[in-house]
Nanobody
Framework: QVQLVESGGGSVQAGGSLRLSCTASGYLPCMAWFRQAPGKEREGVAIIGPDGSTTYANSVKGRFTISKGNAKNTLYLQMNSLKPEDSAMYYC??????????????????WGQGTQVTVSS
């Protein structure tokens, strides 16, 4: 069973930056970041396929960058120009099959425990 462990969350002022990391105990071809704010549904933030292709939610395009480390089992989310509405618990997720673009959330069989991001105005 592959495990995902996130790190890098924290508190930052609006306009600031944070970098989230997710380390997987094994290789999974499709990896993504999700977030969930209190009282809201979980939403996909960004996804990356095995060929490095990426897709972003409209709300973060141009501000966030998803990438993989050289070892391919590490996932990053560079978050710039953060806004208070970006405050949420951020989760790393992975699926065991190849993806190009978004796949159903129910297809992500592996989830991390989450890391909190808080952006103050």
């Amino acid at each position: 069973q592959v495990q995902l462990v996130e790190s890098g969350g924290g508190s930052v002022q609006a306009g600031g930056s944070l970098r989230l990391s997710c380390t997987a105990s094994g290789y999974l071809p499709c990896m993504a970041w999700f977030r969930q704010a209190p009282g809201k549904e979980r939403e996909g933030v960004a996804i990356i396929g095995p060929d490095g292709s990426t897709t972003y939610a409209n709300s973060v395009k141009g501000r966030f960058t998803i990438s993989k480390g050289n070892a391919k089992n590490t996932l990053y989310l560079q978050m710039n120009s953060l806004k208070p509405e970006d405050s949420a618990m951020y989760y790393c997720a992975a699926a065991s099959y190849v993806c190009w673009g978004w796949i159903p959330e129910t297809d992500f069989g592996y989830w991390g425990q989450g890391t909190q991001v808080t952006v103050s105005s």
